[in-house]
């Protein structure tokens, strides 16, 4: 564990290098809540509610899942993986004395490390600024259930990435995928719109699918919403982690004896 | 304008051998595409389920407003946006170096050298949501207003592509562009989302001035149903000069400021 340890911390410092490319992005993260502030307040002229969500309830969820949105950076992992997989340099993650997974994970954990802090005051400040009424639970359990969602959404996002970049072994060229998968899950994990806008009989399907815990429900959580779905939620996140680490060990003890070290 | 006509020829006849060679990479572009364009449909439909109409606009007219946005992205995607997107690298790589060099205009190669024919099919899904929006608005068509809509069609792509290039610009003179272009993706969904009928006040200003997102598939839409006034078209013929003249004069200024790959 202390090598994994090491590694995040490794990665945190060199976000530190970055710390005002890492402000930036968290401040345009605000671009996206101001959008959605035109855009929910003109459709909401002459409503109280859309889908059972009151203008309040929205735009918290948009401040929310924004910055859960911007805190997730795992599409990196696939796009390093297949790049150093393709020219050959990926053989100095496979010589060092730790799981390829595990370092990955680390990696991104230090990455979110310093941009979770930096974002949860720069997203208050706008807050304190722009006078956005904001609703938020007071439950704690459920506030709780909501912050360890978030972390097994993370994971579980991370998980997906690193299995993608081995796919690289396989496929080769794995670009388009990539930009399908991100196009799909902005989608699929609330972050364009919140999900109960959906029919029904979508949501029960996306409900089965980790997705719908990873940005939608943990932002529902924290805005007081659909409490009753928090411990089913933690229940299928982590049994689609413990599916995707179970997966990734398997499919990279197959396929690594692709990888010759001189690039595909 | 003959040379470069028959240039822009030789480029797209080479882009295709090229692409041919890979074919997944032939139909990639149209995957990824068609992805984008499902994921914005079901959005519409999501939010649009819950709103009856928005500033007198039903549910017929969005649907042709976001037919009309599609098809504009498209065209751009099939013409030049992986031309333009690929300037920013060509500048940081010194790249650039090879286009300025050659006796032809470099932004004129640039532009027409990476033309991308796997989008062509979703030409035809743009085409079947408006015809779609027709059907819903019970409107009757006239050949004025489908003159007035391809025209401005035409127009609106142009200034979508001088948007493209003027963002794209900056990074002859910073080291990183991509949070411009986080507010370009930003400001395009929101964008494809909401008519720019509905912006008022400081929004309006800056989505029909500034950033004139808003105006793209806006205009065309409203000529589309007959009700863009001349004041509206005057506008819209105005922001495209305005802004092909200050994306050109941008670029122009930036390959006098470009000092190859140390710039």
Same mark, same amino acid.
């Given at each position: ?8 911390? $490794?990665y ?7 710390r ?6 968290v401040?345009?993260?605000? $671009? ?10 003109i %459709? ?10 009151g ?5 918290s ?14 599409a990196e992992?696939?796009?390093?993986? $297949?790049g150093?997989?393709r020219n ?20 991104e954990a ?5 941009s979770a802090?930096?974002? &949860?005051?720069v997203?208050? %400040? ?5 006078r ?12 709780l ?14 998980? %997906? ?5 081995i #796919?690289?072994l396989? &496929?080769?060229?794995?670009s388009? &995928? ?5 196009n ?9 719109i919140?999900?109960?806008l959906l ?18 429900l943990?932002?529902?959580? #924290?805005i ?12 299928v ?19 690594r ?8 | 304008?003959k040379?470069?006509?028959k ?13 041919m060679t890979f074919? +997944? ?10 992805s ?6 079901f959005?519409?439909e999501?939010?649009?389920?819950h ?32 031309g ?9 790589t010194?790249? +650039?170096? +090879?286009?300025?060099t ?8 640039i ?11 979703l ?9 779609y929006g ?20 035409f127009l609106m792509?142009?200034l ?16 990183s ?11 395009t ?5 909401i ?11 800056i989505?029909?001035?500034?950033l004139p ?17 001349v004041?509206? +078209? ?11 003249f ?6 122009t ?7 190859s790959?140390?710039?």
């Open positions: 564990m202390k090598k994994y340890i090491e590694v995040a911390r $490794a945190m410092k060199a976000q530190l290098v970055w005002l490319d890492t402000l930036v992005d401040i345009l993260a605000v $671009a996206k809540i101001l959008f959605a502030w035109i855009l929910w307040s %459709l909401f002229e002459g409503k109280e509610q859309i889908a059972g969500l203008f309040q309830a929205m735009i969820y948009y401040i929310v899942s924004s910055y859960l949105f911007q805190l997730e950076k795992s992992i696939s796009q390093q993986m $297949a150093m997989l050959g340099t990926f053989s100095k993650y496979m010589v060092i004395p730790v799981q390829t997974q595990g370092y990955f994970v680390a990696m230090g990455k979110i490390a310093f802090v930096i974002g &949860f005051f997203t208050f %400040l706008w807050f304190y600024l722009f956005i009424p904001f609703l938020f639970t007071t439950d704690r359990k459920i506030l259930c909501g912050i360890i969602m978030v972390v097994l959404g993370l994971l579980f996002m991370a998980l %997906l990435n690193y299995f993608l970049g #796919l690289t396989k &496929f080769e060229e794995i388009t &995928f990539l930009m399908i998968k991100d799909l899950s902005a989608f699929v994990t609330g972050a364009v919140p999900l109960v029919p029904e009989w979508l949501i029960a399907g996306v409900r089965f699918l980790p997705f719908y815990y990873v940005t939608y943990p932002s529902m959580l #924290l007081g919403k659909c409490e009753d779905e928090a411990i089913t939620g933690l229940f996140l982590s049994v689609w982690c413990i599916v995707f680490i179970v997966l990734n060990q398997a499919t990279y003890e197959h396929y004896i692709k990888y010759d070290g001189a690039g595909i | 304008m040379n470069n006509f240039f822009i020829t030789e480029l797209i006849k080479l882009r295709l051998s090229h692409i074919r +997944l990479g032939f139909f990639a572009p149209f995957f990824i595409n068609t984008y364009f499902l994921v914005q449909l959005a519409f999501a939010i649009y389920g709103v009856d109409n928005i500033r007198g606009w039903g549910h017929g007219e969005i649907l042709i407003f976001i037919g009309t946005f599609s098809l504009i992205d498209t065209l751009n995607m099939i013409i030049c946006f992986f333009v997107i690929s300037i920013p690298e060509k500048i940081q010194g790249e +650039l170096d +090879l286009y300025l050659k006796p032809v205009n470099p932004l004129l190669r532009t027409f050298e990476k033309v991308n024919p796997g989008s062509i099919p030409l035809v899904f743009s085409a079947c949501i408006i015809v027709v059907k819903e608005s019970n409107m009757s068509l006239s050949y004025t207003n489908i003159i007035g809509y391809l025209c401005l069609v792509t142009i979508y592509y001088d948007l493209e290039l003027l963002i794209r610009c900056f990074a002859f003179f910073v080291f562009i991509n949070n411009l272009m986080k507010i370009e993706n930003t400001a969904d929101l964008c494809l989302k008519p720019g009928i509905a912006f008022s006040g400081i929004y309006k200003f989505f029909y001035c500034a997102y808003g105006v793209i598939a806006t205009l065309p839409t409203q000529a589309f149903i007959g009700v863009l006034s004041k509206g +078209l005057i506008f819209g013929v105005a922001i495209v000069c305005i802004f092909t200050i994306a050109l004069s941008f670029w200024y930036g390959v006098h400021r470009y000092e790959a140390s710039s």
